[in-house]
């Protein structure tokens, strides 16, 4: 394969620009070129690409966001869209195509190569960790952190006012931000799209802990439940402590990806390039158990991701 494309697609993820690097420079590395599509599948329909060299990828391994950047598009689910973006590829002699991006961009990608034997290899970037086959997708990592940086900073106002912080963070159909913030930041709850909660349970656990000596409280509740200022609502009729709402929203988007999201996205995209390299497409790239792993891309967006309820068990009986 001589000539490939690059994209990012749906909600950008810290990472993607180090995932980018990583593919450029690999794809340079084997003397292969790369074109950057810039907006997403938006780009590869509108023709928005420009060939990207060694130095087109300097300086951006430390940044958030995606030098490339991305969209949301609904038009690359229709069949006029994909002839369209197939058109764009056979234009420029591109071969086979990386997509940076979730579970959505990954069956852009699945129709490319189902319907018209594009080769196509996807690399997870959402901050959302929504996909079953993969243990953590890119942006996974800084997102959980910079939500830590925050809830640490709530703690220490809502125990100097012994009030209860409610901190909604993303996730709207999975649960993982909500969490993994919520075990690693000693929330004594977190309420998720996949158990439906109980108010009784939560103003129980809420009293518990004051009675052991407690002094604030802090929830975290994944978006895809309900926003943190309706939650409030209703938990302020059934308890006396003051509570207060607080939702991260975008801000846990942004930022300089942590080391573990780096060095996922230069495994990443090094993998990636070289599986295309080999000829080998259709395929999505991952880490499980700590190995990197690819596999059918059919097959993963098939998969339903399964909730951790081990993890969540273990915060009930840690948080209290
Ligand atoms: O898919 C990533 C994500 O950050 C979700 O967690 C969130 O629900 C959504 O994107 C927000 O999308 P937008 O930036 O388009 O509002």
Same mark, same amino acid.
């Given at each position: 394969?001589?000539?490939?494309? *690059? *994209?990012?697609?749906?909600?950008? #993820?810290?990472?993607?620009?180090? &995932?980018?690097? #990583?593919?450029?420079?690999? &794809?340079?590395?084997?003397?292969?070129?790369?074109?950057?599509?810039?907006?997403?599948?938006?780009? *590869?329909?509108?023709?928005?690409?420009?060939?990207?060299?060694?130095?087109?990828?300097?300086?951006?391994? !430390?940044?958030? =966001?995606?030098?490339?950047?991305?969209?949301?598009?609904?038009?690359?689910?229709? #069949?006029?869209?994909?002839? !369209? #973006?197939?058109?764009?590829?056979?234009?420029?002699?591109?071969? =086979?195509?990386?997509?940076? =991006? =979730?579970?959505?961009?990954?069956?852009?990608?699945?129709?490319?190569?189902? $319907?018209?034997?594009?080769?196509?290899?996807?690399?997870?970037?959402?901050?959302? $960790?929504?996909?079953e086959y993969t243990d953590y997708t890119l942006g996974f990592d800084t997102a959980v952190n910079t939500c830590l940086d925050i809830i640490n900073k709530l703690r220490d106002t809502m125990t100097s006012h012994e009030r209860i912080s409610v901190v909604e963070v993303m996730g709207r159909h999975c649960g993982d931000i909500a969490l993994y913030a919520g075990i690693t930041s000693g929330a004594e709850i977190i309420v998720v799209p996949e158990i439906a909660y109980d108010m009784e349970d939560i103003v129980m656990r809420i009293n518990r802990s004051r009675a052991n000596g407690k002094r604030s409280n802090i929830i975290v509740i994944a978006e895809g439940v309900m926003g943190a200022d309706a939650f409030v609502k209703q938990l302020q009729e059934v308890t006396t402590y003051s509570v207060r709402a607080t939702t991260i929203g975008h801000i846990q988007r942004g930022g300089s990806p942590s080391m573990a999201d780096r060095m996922l996205a230069a495994q990443f995209g090094n993998k990636a390039v070289r599986l295309l390299k080999d000829g080998i497409g259709n395929r999505v790239v991952g880490i499980r158990k700590n190995e990197i792993i690819d596999m059918d891309i059919i097959e993963a967006v098939s998969m339903k991701k399964k909730f951790n309820y081990e993890l969540y068990e273990t915060l009930q009986m840690i948080s209290m």
């Open positions: 394969m001589k000539r490939i494309g *690059l *994209l990012t697609s749906g909600g950008d #993820a810290p990472g993607m620009n180090a &995932a980018i690097r #990583a593919v450029v420079r690999t &794809a340079i590395y084997y003397g292969m070129e790369v074109y950057g599509i810039e907006r997403g599948y938006a780009g *590869l329909i509108e023709d928005t690409m420009y060939e990207m060299q060694m130095r087109s990828v300097s300086d951006i391994v !430390q940044r958030g =966001g995606t030098k490339l950047r991305t969209a949301r598009c609904l038009e690359m689910l229709t #069949a006029d869209g994909q002839k !369209q #973006a197939v058109s764009t590829l056979e234009k420029h002699g591109i071969e =086979g195509l990386v997509v940076i =991006g =979730g579970d959505g961009s990954f069956r852009g990608a699945k129709c490319l190569t189902e $319907n018209y034997g594009i080769p196509t290899i996807g690399i997870p970037g959402t901050i959302d $960790n929504d996909l």
